[in-house]
Structure formats: structure tokens, C-alpha cells
């Protein structure tokens, strides 16, 4: 179910922004499992790509590929410029990771964490301890900065972790599913920080599985289903691709109903309930014009409602609906 | 930066995260000691006479003599599987991740790792030294040399079953089974000459306890500190110690480096 949308490293003509990641083709498989089966990537320096899809899509694998930490059986990714088979120290050296579980040091405070990372960048001690100081009291750690990692709490855990990802000032940062397992008001703290690195010109990676995240987020979205990307855009274009807008309208006499049928062809019409279902982007001019036809008709709806698709309709059509384990989808 | 001086800078780093955990769990370590000196301990006051009988009826305190070096080494052994453990807790939780993403030395974690488990060895072995001291050791004959030459010994069979305990570690999925594959470190130095020598052993038994590495490196520590007769034994220990780091590191790298699950 490849989209028409799916407008990457291809697309002639229109002049691409440079990459800050690129990938074609990776693939990995764990023994006769599929994990990833051919994915192209392009993420526009400076902006935010969310990699959305179910568990076991293989989002994680993906992000684990591209920051370098395992290798792809095949297909080539650029990280900022460098290719990740060919000289991963340098693309390392442009990244910041933040995995799914946390990667502190539980046995050492949260400040020996940040200052162990400012050492592992090799900055100057006096750097080092700026940094520190800066990034602790930016994620609200510095009254916790003297406690050992191991006493914070999963939202404490989860923004020292972001913290010490930024220390080397990363060009662009991987983040895999950053708000899962977080309260509301942490995720909220969570997408301001990542409007806020964006603002910086750093470029965002992350993977989630949470569509509002994406569409919050997000200034592209690939959604990844069984090892292959289903379809990638805007959010906006994403949208557009279901056939999820529609105008609702509920009649009790079914006379009325009948008339209204008959004025608005190309309806949908559910007989039982006496309810009409007008395709539509929801845009004023076509509910004026919907409107202008019950009038002239006269004939009056007892309820009217809009329904814009939102990306659940889009998830949910490339998906298939559930949680399909990968299994299924891969050969 | 030079790849050397990144090497360097990145492992001085990470032996530095190494002894800060030490200073902020010390109860990790020192738990660790119980256990050699317990044996002193209770080989000098409780057993010291009847043991003594085995080398020649010489008493309580020449039965610390001869007791000393072994446990000095089974002192290593115990603490080397703090080692395995520290390095089985670090893989399987995110840092080691997050190190495998950043522009370091990559040897560098590893590294950190070895030195800092030498120098706990190290220190450990002093520690467990000073108990016997004050419960009356004493190497009249030793040279400085000779201290010099046990001190030396000492490092190379903690930096030889530091190496082994770090591929212990890394095969481990989890902390209870790095220390439980991590045992023969602690039980091999009992089956060697540290307790008693081995012309006391039954036949069947003496090859056992004299073809392990144990054996020689106490046969040698205990003619370094004592006098007495080293022969092959000093050659076969460096020789042990070296074929066990040298085999310890590359099972180690070959681990570390295979892509994380």
C-alpha cells in the first residue's frame, strides 16, 4: 500500500533540502524475522520526522541502525554528511541518543552523569561544568543534581537522559518513543523541549507510537508498518489520503430524509438511522454549498456534524487496524 | 585530537566513573573482602594449630606465613567478581548503549573497567595484607626487590582475572549469573597449595591442584615473601597470567564488539 506521497530521495525536479539523515533501502532481519524490509528515509535538516507505527513495526530497529549502534544487513544511511558503515565515528560525533530505556548511570549522581558526558566530549573542566550547570537547571535537576540517578523518578530518569544527550550540542538527536511511559504533564514538558531544540536548528528524529505526538510534533511522519514504510508527508498529506472527512448529517422524519437523499447525491446513506454522509474536507465553502442545496430544497437537518480525518484514520487504514505483530506482515 | 591521546583521555574517564562507584557503593567492595579475610581469620585462630601440622608441626604463625599468599590471591579472585558483576549491571542497562553513540575511544569502556577492577585488586590486596600484619606476619628476608617482584605478581594475576571476569560479565545476562559464573575465581585458589602443599594431597588430587594457574603464582608470591624455593613456578605464573589476560581480552572485545541485542 506504497502512497503517492512518498516523495523521497526520488522526487526530480524539485529542488530537496539538504539531508541531515538519508537512508535507502536498509534492511535487517534477525535470523528468518524481517525486521526492516527496505526503508528510505529523508529528514530535512532542522526539522522534525516522527517515525509512527505499532510495536514491532521496527522504529526502534531503524533509530538503532541510524545512530549506529547495530549494523543494517543492507541499503546505505547518511547521518549528517557521513555514512554510517563507512565512517561511523564521524556521524557519531553529530549525534545525540536517547533510547527507549534510559541510559544513565544509576549509581552515580545526576551531575557525575552530565559531567561524565562533558568529559566524553572532551570539553575543558570549566565547559564542562558550564554545560552542567546550564542543562540541569534547563530540565528542572539541579535541586536533584547531588542525588544518585538511581532515586529519580521515570520523568526525572527521562530528562536527565535528554540532558546529557545534548551536552556535545548534537546537529541532530534520536530520539526513540521519548514520552512513552511518561505522565501527561511530562509529555508536555517533553514536546516543549523538542520545539525547542528544533528552534535551535537541531534536527529531531523520533520514533513514537502516539499519533497526536507526531501530529503535535512532527513537520513529516513516516508511518512504518511491518518492516516497511506505508506511507510518509506532512501530517496534512497524510491526511488527505484517507477518505475520512465527511459531513454527517442526522434527520428524524424520514420524509425529509428521503428529500435530503435526493438533493445531495453522491451522499452516503444509512437508511436505518436516517443519517446522510457528504464526503468533505470540512472547508466552508463546501458546507455553505452543502447548506445552500438543504435550503433550496427545503428541507432542515436535525443535526450536522464535520468530521476532519485526523491521523488515527490514516494509521489505522496503513495498519490495518491493529497492533498486528510484525510477524504476520513480514515474510 | 590524536587517536592516542583519545585513547587515553577517553579510558582515564572511564576508569575514573569505575573508582567513583567504588567511593559511592564502598559496601560493594568491601563485602567482597569479607571473605579472604574471614578465611584468614579463622585459618590462624581456629584451625592455625592442627593445620600447622601439615607443614611440619611449625606452629600457629608459620601457618600465617604460609597461608598468606594464597589467600592474597584468592583476595583477587573475590574481587574481580565484583568485576563480573559491575560489567554485566553496565551492559545490560542503556549507559553502555549510549557510549556506543558517542565519537569515543571504544575500547575506552572495557578499559575503564580493567583498570579500575587492578587497582580495587590492588588495594584490596593491601587491605587484606594490613589484617595479616596485625594479626602478626611478618617477611623478615624479603628484599626490596622482592616486594617489588610480589607487588609486580600481584598486578599481572589481577589484570589476568580482571580480563576473564570482564568476558564472565559480558556473557552474563544479569548480575546473579555474572557472579555465579564468576565462582571458579573464588573456588579455584581452595583447590590449589594456598591451604595446605601438595605433597599433603591425596595422589589422585595433586595434579588437579597443581596444573591450575593458582598453584605457581602462590608457589611463586610465597617464595618471593618467604624464601623459599620459586624454580619453574615463576616463568609458568608469568606465563599463566599472561596466556589468561591475553585470552580474557580478546574473548572480551569479541563480545563487546558484536552488536548489542
Not at chain 1, 505526538?213 to 511522519?221: G, K, N, S, Y
Not at chain 2, 600465617?64 to 583477587?76: F, K, N, R, S, V
Request: charged share 20%.
Amino acid at each position: 500500500m506504497p502512497s503517492s506521497i512518498m516523495s523521497t530521495s526520488k522526487g526530480k525536479g524539485c529542488p530537496q533540502p539538504p539531508a541531515a539523515v538519508s537512508a535507502a533501502g536498509l534492511r535487517k532481519s534477525y535470523g528468518d524475522k524481517t525486521v526492516l524490509d527496505g526503508i528510505d528515509l529523508h529528514v530535512p535538516a532542522g526539522s522534525v520526522f516522527a517515525l509512527l507505527g505499532p510495536n514491532g513495526a521496527g522504529k526502534t530497529t531503524t533509530v538503532r541502525i541510524l545512530s549506529t549502534l547495530i549494523g543494517a544487513d543492507d541499503g546505505r544511511a547518511l547521518v549528517a554528511g557521513h555514512d554510517i558503515a563507512t565512517s561511523p565515528q564521524a556521524a557519531r560525533a553529530a549525534i545525540g541518543v536517547t533510547g527507549q530505556f534510559s541510559a544513565v548511570d544509576g549509581l552515580i549522581t545526576g551531575e557525575e552523569n552530565m559531567l561524565l558526558m562533558a568529559d566524553l566530549h572532551h570539553l575543558s573542566r570549566r565547559e564542562g561544568r558550564r554545560v552542567t550547570a546550564e542543562l540541569l537547571e534547563r530540565f528542572g535537576l539541579a535541586d536533584a543534581a547531588g542525588k544518585p540517578a538511581s532515586t529519580y523518578s521515570g520523568g526525572m530518569k527521562r530528562r536527565l537522559d535528554i540532558a546529557m544527550t545534548l551536552v556535545g550540542d548534537p546537529r541532530v538527536i534520536f530520539l526513540d518513543e521519548p514520552t512513552t511511559g511518561l505522565d501527561p504533564r511530562a509529555r508536555h514538558n517533553m514536546w516543549g523541549v523538542v520545539r525547542e531544540l528544533v528552534t535551535g536548528g537541531t534536527t529531531v528524529l523520533l520514533t513514537t507510537q502516539y499519533l497526536e505526538e507526531a501530529d503535535e510534533l512532527a513537520d513529516r511522519v513516516a508511518v512504518l508498518a511491518g518492516g516497511r514504510i506505508a506511507a510518509e508527508g506532512t501530517p496534512d498529506e497524510l491526511k488527505r489520503l484517507v477518505s475520512g472527512g465527511h459531513v454527517r448529517l442526522r434527520f428524524t422524519d424520514p420524509a425529509a430524509y428521503r428529500s435530503a437523499a435526493l438533493a445531495l447525491r453522491g451522499a452516503a446513506r444509512d437508511d436505518d438511522s436516517l443519517v446522510l454522509r457528504i464526503p468533505s474536507d470540512g472547508s466552508q465553502r463546501e458546507l455553505r454549498s452543502i447548506l445552500d442545496r438543504l435550503d433550496s430544497a427545503g428541507i432542515e437537518a436535525d443535526e450536522l456534524t464535520v468530521r476532519t480525518p485526523d491521523l488515527d484514520d490514516v494509521f489505522f487504514a496503513l495498519t490495518g487496524g491493529t497492533d498486528q505483530p510484525s510477524e504476520e506482515i513480514s515474510r | 585530537m590524536s587517536s592516542l591521546s583519545l585513547v587515553v583521555r577517553d579510558s582515564s574517564t572511564m576508569v575514573r566513573r569505575s573508582l567513583l562507584h567504588v567511593r559511592r557503593y564502598p559496601s560493594l567492595t568491601l563485602n567482597l573482602l569479607l571473605t579472604p579475610v574471614v578465611l584468614l581469620l579463622l585459618f590462624v585462630y581456629v584451625f592455625g594449630e592442627v593445620m600447622s601440622a601439615g607443614i611440619g608441626d611449625a606452629g600457629r604463625s608459620a601457618y600465617l606465613a604460609y597461608l598468606l599468599p594464597g589467600l592474597l590471591l584468592m583476595t583477587i579472585g573475590s574481587t574481580v567478581v565484583g568485576t563480573a558483576v559491575s560489567v554485566s549491571t553496565d551492559m545490560t542497562e542503556g549507559i553502555v548503549a549510549r557510549f556506543r553513540t558517542m565519537a569515543i575511544h571504544r575500547g575506552s569502556v572495557l578499559i575503564g573497567h580493567v583498570v579500575g577492577s587492578v587497582l580495587r585488586s590492588v588495594a584490596s590486596v593491601v587491605l587484606v595484607g594490613a589484617v595479616a600484619v596485625a594479626v602478626g606476619f611478618r617477611s623478615a628476608d624479603a628484599t626490596a626487590l622482592e616486594w617489588l617482584a610480589a607487588f609486580g605478581l600481584v598486578t599481572l594475576v589481577a589484570l589476568a582475572l580482571t580480563w576473564i571476569a570482564v568476558g564472565m560479565g559480558m556473557v552474563s545476562p544479569n548480575a546473579e549469573a555474572a557472579s555465579n559464573n564468576a565462582l571458579p575465581l573464588i573456588v579455584l585458589p581452595l583447590v590449589s597449595s594456598a591451604f595446605v602443599p601438595l605433597e599433603a594431597m591425596p595422589g589422585w588430587f595433586r595434579p588437579i591442584a597443581e596444573y591450575q594457574p593458582f598453584t605457581p603464582a602462590i608457589e611463586t608470591l610465597r617464595g618471593l615473601l618467604l624464601g623459599t624455593e620459586i624454580g619453574h613456578n615463576g616463568p609458568l605464573a608469568v606465563t599463566w597470567c599472561l596466556g589468561l589476560a591475553i585470552l580474557g581480552h580478546l574473548w572480551s572485545r569479541y563480545l563487546f564488539n558484536r552488536d548489542p541485542k
